[in-house]
């Protein structure tokens, strides 16, 4: 086990590098660098003054050397100048980082809330009409594109009915603090939050269902039906303990979704988070915060895989690496 | 006697061979819902593509600030959008970009994924690992947020660059599947004997192996088509998809990131929203259907 931990620890590493060098070369082709950005609007500065300024600061340097000095402020928390917002990148991201955790985390309970559920009536009573309902949301769910569903949720609970507040992550009327305040937080994120969810219940349920329509089979739930376990005690107690374990180790899998998912839903619900301040960087051609952005959300895809795998391979040691 | 039992396995195994597709249809007529999805789909494409000999696409592009977001009327069965172009036009015209396109990318990314997932599956062994290990880290990549920006550092965007940048991210699940299910057929009889017979490598990929893949690759295709189209209209929707001039049902939607087109010009964006679940409802029916089909385990029919 902790041969395996350790094992797939370091292969995260050339991962990470790889990733890294990737967005640097991405991120070396965008137009303009450190240097335009900070001079822009100000025509009185000479091209000679700018190369030297840019030599002062190291940017004619050969790549290795220049990726360096970048990945080494990068993994201290250092990642530049924002050209727009006149900041530096990290302090951007700090004000907005706390938003999308907060709806990420959100998005996740509520998910496991509605497909664990879903997955464990559809796996007993096989062939029900409960079944057949929760098999047909499942199709649905699996085939609906998330900014589609996210607008109508939007325009249904935002606007015909009027439900939920249809945009930001709170009223600015009411004061920080208060409970009121942490009320409205709440009320503001229901809408983002249930058309995230809602469609991406759709593996746990169907891992789910076939999980415990293949436990009840075997030979252990027999003997416990046999032994005269009451029906509720077999699936709560020796199936649903059998086949809800992988789910918990699903979770890092599932960033990926998020993060794509939160580009979406936090442009239309106008969330101030990541993903909003990804799409408006790259509007207004901000590419420190978008190189940003996007090495963090590398990253967090990559440790959440290697999370997972690991917590998988705790639950079942038959699992190997690739 | 023998001779004709023998010939009638043969046959027997030769219409096994040819009928995916028919088991395919079969098992199609036998699900109500993926029969009416085909109809559905057959109608709204065929709609679609029919369109410019009623339709001319000039008038539905042409700009009209005289009369820009006009509720339905008779003359404007969807009303208007933010030029004053009828948004039923474009409707048709965007259904018809955004299934091409789909169906571009589907296609660009299946030939991608096969030349590698046959390449892994047929040699194995080293070749196999190091493509797996470059596959894995592939798939972690944030796509979505790198397609993004792809899309705004390439200079002269078009079309065509759209769909060469977006097939690019589509294809490595592909690659991973026909590679496993290569690496199966690879230790086959039929595959050793071919090489005994000194047939060379491509040609057995090709002709033989290829083949025999076939049912799985077409049942991967119709299921990613759905998410092609899907990420092609929300690209689009987010303004970076399709460029301005070439109208993409996500251009209508992308109209509604404006709260108050949501909220009072419901006509400009709900008819695109819903004839996008719509599609992506009936490929995905269709799919599950074949991907029944494929595996006689599964068949209704």
């Not at chain 1, 790549?63 to 990290?90: C, E, L, M, N």
């Not at chain 2, 046959?11 to 040819?18: D, S, W």
């Not at chain 2, 990318?105 to 194995?124: D, E, H, K, N, P």
């Not at chain 2, 097939?167 to 690496?183: D, H, P």
Request: proline share 4%; charged share 15%; with cysteine.
């Amino acid at each position: 086990m902790l041969v395996f931990i350790v094992r797939r620890t370091l292969l995260m590493i050339p991962q990470l590098l790889l990733l890294s060098i990737l967005i640097f070369f991405l991120a070396k082709q965008m137009p303009g660098d450190a240097v335009t950005g900070a001079f822009m609007g100000k025509p009185n500065v000479s091209a000679e003054q700018m190369e030297k300024i840019r030599e002062q600061h190291g940017l004619n340097d050969p790549w290795i050397v220049q990726y360096g000095r970048w990945i080494g402020d990068a993994v201290r928390g250092d990642f530049g100048q924002s050209f727009v917002h006149k900041q530096p990148v990290t302090q951007l991201l700090a004000g907005r980082i706390e938003n999308t955790i907060w709806l990420s985390v959100a998005t996740l309970v509520v998910t496991y809330l509605i497909a664990i559920p879903l997955g464990m009536i559809a796996g007993r009573w096989t062939g029900s009409w409960a079944d057949q309902f929760i098999v047909t949301y499942n199709y649905v769910s699996f085939a609906t594109p998330v900014f589609v569903f996210a607008l109508l949720m939007l325009y249904v609970f935002g606007f015909v009915l009027n439900w939920f507040p249809s945009g930001g992550s709170v009223d600015i009327r009411v004061e920080e603090g208060t409970a009121e305040y942490v009320w409205d937080k709440l009320k503001h994120l229901v809408l983002p939050v249930l058309s995230g969810s809602l469609l991406l219940t759709y593996s746990t349920v169907q891992y789910l269902r076939n999980e415990i329509i293949e436990t009840k089979m075997k030979d252990f739930v027999k003997t416990a039906r046999a032994k005269g376990v009451s029906e509720n005690v077999v699936y709560h107690r020796h199936i649903l303990r059998h086949s809800i374990l992988p789910i918990a180790a699903f979770l890092g899998y599932e960033i990926t979704g998020l993060i794509a998912g939160s580009v979406f839903i936090e442009t239309i619900f106008s969330y101030p988070g990541l993903g909003r301040l990804f799409i408006d960087s790259i509007m207004t051609r901000d590419f420190t915060v978008v190189t940003a952005l996007v090495l963090i959300s590398g990253a967090a895809v990559i440790v959440g895989t290697m999370l997972s795998d690991i917590i998988l391979r705790m639950v079942d040691p038959r699992i190997r690496l690739g | 006697m023998e001779m004709e039992l023998t010939n009638e396995v043969l046959r027997q195994a030769k219409m096994n061979n040819q009928s995916f597709l028919s088991a395919a249809w079969r098992e199609i007529r036998h699900d109500g819902m993926a029969l009416v999805s085909l109809i559905v789909l057959v109608c709204i494409v065929g709609i679609a593509y029919i369109s410019p000999f009623f339709l001319s696409i000039d008038r539905v592009t042409r700009i009209d600030l005289s009369s820009i977001y006009l509720a339905p009327s008779a003359v404007h069965w969807l009303g208007t959008d933010d030029g004053g172009r009828d948004v039923f036009g474009q409707l048709l015209l965007g259904a018809r970009n955004s299934f091409t396109i789909g169906v571009c990318v589907t296609l660009l990314a299946s030939l991608y994924g096969l030349t590698i997932g046959l390449i892994a599956g047929f040699y194995g062994g080293i070749v196999d690992q190091i493509i797996c290990r470059v596959l894995d880290f592939l798939m972690i990549l944030p796509s979505l947020m790198i397609i993004i920006v792809f899309v705004v550092m390439v200079p002269n965007y078009s079309v065509f660059n759209f769909i060469l940048i977006m097939s690019i991210f589509a294809w490595f699940g592909k690659a991973r599947l026909i590679r496993s299910r290569g690496l199966a057929e690879r230790e086959l009889d039929y595959i050793h004997a071919s090489k005994t017979l000194g047939t060379p490598d491509w040609k057995i990929m090709l002709f033989e192996m290829l083949p025999n893949l076939s049912s799985l690759i077409i049942v991967n295709m119709t299921l990613t088509l759905a998410g092609n189209i899907g990420l092609e209209t929300g690209l689009t929707f987010l303004g970076f998809g399709l460029p301005s001039g070439t109208p993409s049902l996500g251009t209508l939607i992308a109209l509604a990131k404006n709260p108050d087109i949501v909220q009072n010009k419901w006509w400009v964006w709900l008819p695109a929203a819903l004839l996008i679940l719509v599609i992506m409802l009936c490929i995905n029916y269709i799919g599950q259907a074949v991907k029944r089909a494929s595996d006689a385990r599964q068949r209704i029919a």
